[in-house]
């Protein structure tokens, strides 16, 4: 329960307008006293308004917020959003009415009215709740659609179907999602199999809180056994004794999921001794389903043998009408278990098409699965005309995806035969598109952000405003952002157009003459490191990660001073952001990792962004096809990383004048073991 704040009787119009001139007053005094900003006048409210919200210093805040209105500041509702989020817990309904009218329209009244739906789910606030939800814009929130279905289902409506969507999803539930659930179970709308599917997805996530959650719907407090399991699941299983209750092996499945995670070899080593014969089918299938998934991020050897022993459990399962359910994500490393066979077991391809087959539909659909399903389609049609048919989808599925702008379009482009050819450029915006874009108030903020220094706030802001825009308006914007040298707003933006394509806005080529120059001196193709670049930092000059990389090509500080020692260049760590000794650095680094691994452009970008040593150990095991071997790199950020990088490559190669470049070209010769014959790994490299 929250307190609530007691409306105070209106002031006579006189004492109110002196405390609004004494107010203002001490708001400037505070952001006068406030750290500099990099802003001037106005603008340097707005940016000590956001460091009050970040220290909470709810006073600043008001005053500030007097401040920027009395300003009449362009930037004034996002102060004002900021000070009434701040004090949000004790809100009242008529606040948050008074500030949508303020400001109807806007990203941060709808982003307001967000913070607003969690709040009155917390405060059980269902009446309110069923007013503000249909007037939420961007329905974008889990927990808010979670509260949402809760409303709907004590009015009486059938909610199973979506609530199930809602709680299976692979992300910790909070208070909404589990009051949902929780009230949902208690009606029994769902049902103990519900349950016992959230804990295996939720310990399959790592997610052991949630599956908790999950398992004490059934059990109740007995639930927190999960916890034991979460810990030390091997020692759990060697003294747990035989069970026979459907609970009680639903638990032991847990503990399976989460020692293949840890070791598949061990949770295998199990299931053949001794806990195949104790658990159903369909549990059993599922804990070598995950023994087998685990095992192919380790990428073990015997992953594809765990799979398939998985799949024949299936199958009796199924005959018996309890097939397991599988995750997307479980089945996408069946596929890529199957890759990392030897070119030459066929049963490799018979693996890939029961795992992709197995997806959802709309995973189904993604680039990756419908590129190697028509592979394998193909692998395994019978070479006479009985394989014809065969043959024909699988070149039907290649020429879905050829058009797709990106990795597997252009695979499947090649493997039609097709070479890589630009779109055509669309027609020149006129000066009423370019006007309409820069008189648009919500980009015009958007930009206004960014420059104060608050990005994540002008990306919202801009995405925001975005929403329903036609090709010719995203072009506009993304021109107004390119002019502006705003490069991620004019990438992104320009990435969401569908008939009209500008590749010169979605691949830029800022500072050319500066990549062309540093390109041209280590010997590596500019098209390359412009493909990096553009994966790794969208060219914002002084962007730095989670991690503590910095600049144009996201340097870590200790490879920066080594790349520096090692090339005879005097460097201070204030540097690293200095785009001229960044390309520099960068440049020279990435040499150097493709030169220690012979050339291999896909193995050179996995170790520019994971590190030298991981696609080491990823080159081992049976000889690849690069394709093949980017899919199976089991870091997901470095796998999509690698694929961006050289598909971005053969894009810029277009760009800057050397047209018809291959996708296979880049990814250069099969990938395996290195040869006795190639010099020794160069062990300095960070």
């Known amino acids: 329960i929250h307190s609530m704040s007691l409306r105070k009787p209106d002031l006579p119009t006189i004492r109110r307008t002196s405390l609004s001139v004494l107010t203002l007053m001490l708001a400037l005094l505070t952001v006068a006293a406030m750290p500099p900003a990099r802003a001037q006048g106005g603008d340097a409210i707005v940016v000590q308004a956001r460091e009050a919200l970040r220290t909470k210093n709810g006073p600043a805040l008001a005053s500030a917020r007097q401040a920027a209105n009395a300003a009449a500041h362009p930037l004034a509702m996002w102060v004002d959003y900021w000070e009434l989020g701040h004090r949000l817990g004790e809100a009242r309904q008529e606040e948050l009415d008074a500030f949508y009218a303020r400001w109807p329209g806007t990203y941060v009244e709808d982003r307001l009215r967000n913070d607003w739906l969690l709040e009155l789910g917390q405060r059980r606030d269902w009446a309110n709740f069923r007013v503000e939800f249909p007037r939420f814009r961007m329905n974008d929130d889990h927990e808010v659609s979670c509260y949402w279905l809760l409303t709907q289902h004590l009015d009486g409506q059938p909610v199973a179907d979506a609530a199930r969507a809602a709680w299976f999803a692979p992300r910790d539930p909070g208070d909404g999602c589990r009051l949902m659930a929780s009230t949902l179970y208690e009606a029994k709308v769902l049902k103990p199999a519900d349950a016992w599917t959230k804990a295996r997805l939720a310990m ?136 990392r066979q030897s070119a030459g077991e066929a049963s490799r391809w018979t693996l890939m098409i029961r795992a992709i087959d197995a997806m959802s539909a709309a995973e189904q659909r993604d680039s990756a699965w419908v590129y190697w399903r028509a592979r394998a389609l193909q692998a395994t049609a019978d070479p006479g005309p009985e394989g014809d048919a065969a043959r024909a989808v699988a070149t ?22 097709g070479t890589q050819v630009l779109p055509p450029a ?4 006129t000066e009423a598109e370019r006007k309409a874009a820069r008189s648009h108030p919500g980009l015009v903020r958007g930009l206004q952000l960014i420059e104060l220094g608050l990005r994540s706030e002008g990306v ?141 452009l896909a193995m050179a970008t996995a170790a520019y962004n994971a590190g030298p040593n991981r696609p080491r150990r990823w080159r081992e095991g049976a000889v690849m096809e690069p394709a093949a ?55 300095e490299l960070p």
């Not at 069970?243 to 847990?254: N, R």
Request: glycine share 6%.
């Open 204 to 339: 399959e996530m790592n997610r052991p809180r949630a599956a908790q959650d999950a398992a004490a719907l059934v059990l109740g407090n007995d639930g927190r056994v999960v916890a034991s399991i979460a810990d030390a699941p091997a020692k759990w299983l060697r003294h747990r004794p035989r069970s026979a209750s459907p609970a009680g092996h639903e638990l032991e499945l847990l503990a399976l999921i989460r020692l293949a995670a840890s070791d598949p070899e061990l949770a295998a080593g199990l299931l053949s001794e001794s806990w195949a014969e104790r658990l159903p089918h369909s549990l059993t299938a599922t804990a070598w389903a995950h023994t087998a998934k685990h095992a192919a991020i380790k990428q073990q050897t015997a992953a594809a043998a765990y799979a398939r022993r998985a799949w024949q459990l299936w199958d009796a399962a199924a005959r018996s009408g309890t097939p397991p359910p599988w995750s997307d994500d479980l089945l996408a490393w069946h596929v890529r278990a199957a890759l």
């Open 396 to 417: 039907l599925a290649l020429e879905s995806i050829a058009p797709q702008i990106g990795f597997y379009g252009k695979l499947a482009t090649e493997d039609l035969g």
């Open 426 to 429: 669309p027609r020149p915006l």
């Open 460 to 600: 919202r802001e801009w995405n925001f405003s975005l929403r329903g825009m036609a090709d010719r308006e995203l072009l506009a914007a993304a021109d107004m952002a390119c002019e502006r040298a705003v490069w991620d707003r004019c990438i992104n933006t320009s990435d969401r157009t569908r008939g009209e394509v500008d590749m010169a806005q979605r691949f830029p080529t800022p500072l050319r003459e500066q990549v062309l120059a540093q390109a041209r001196q280590v010997g590596i193709d500019p098209a390359v490191v412009y493909g990096l670049v553009r994966q790794e930092s969208r060219f914002i000059m002084d962007v730095r990660s989670h991690v503590g990389a910095s600049g144009l090509m996201q340097l870590m500080p200790e490879t920066a001073r080594w790349t520096a020692r090692k090339i005879g260049l005097p460097y201070t760590p204030a540097m690293i952001n200095d785009s001229s000794v960044n390309l520099r650095l960068g440049t020279a680094y990435l040499k150097l990792v493709l030169d220690d691994f012979g050339g291999s």
């Open 629 to 683: 071997w980017a899919e199976s790199i089991p870091i997901n950020e470095t796998r999509d990383y690698v694929k961006k990088v050289l598909s971005n490559s053969v894009y810029y190669a277009a760009l800057l004048g050397t047209p018809g470049v291959s996708l296979k070209a880049r990814l250069g010769p099969p990938i395996g073991p290195r040869t006795a014959a190639a010099p020794a790994p160069n062990g």
